[in-house]
């Protein structure tokens, strides 16, 4: 499955509308773990067929990545049926991102 870029435009439909869970990495461009992470994501989203993978550029999107309190970059927030159910600061490896998505 192909990564979404989430807008505030399309926040709604695909994130919060989604019938099934959505995993999101808050990133920017200037981010060096950001940037380590990203291969990572879009492996995932290649490879998982139950998660909506997305990507949230914080940078062009300050309004939403307030809304969920990100203070630090790359974040990853795994929502379900519209509420936050896991999430992680931080660069992290791929198994720990796998393990992220499935344990909510």
Not at 22 to 43: H, K, N, R, T, Y
Request: glycine content about 4%; some cysteine.
């Amino acid at each position: 499955m192909a990564v979404t870029k989430i807008t505030e435009d399309n926040f709604d439909n695909e994130v919060l509308n989604s019938d099934q869970p959505v995993l999101i990495d808050f990133w920017a461009a200037w981010c060096g773990p950001c940037q380590m992470l990203s291969p990572i994501v879009e492996e995932v989203a290649g490879e998982v067929d139950d998660v909506k993978v997305c990507k949230l550029n914080v940078d062009e999107e300050p309004e939403l990545a307030s809304r969920f309190g990100v203070m630090s970059i790359p974040t990853l927030v795994v929502m379900d049926q519209g509420k936050i159910v896991n999430q992680s600061v931080g660069y992290i490896s791929k198994q720990e991102v796998l393990a992220l998505i499935h344990r909510s």
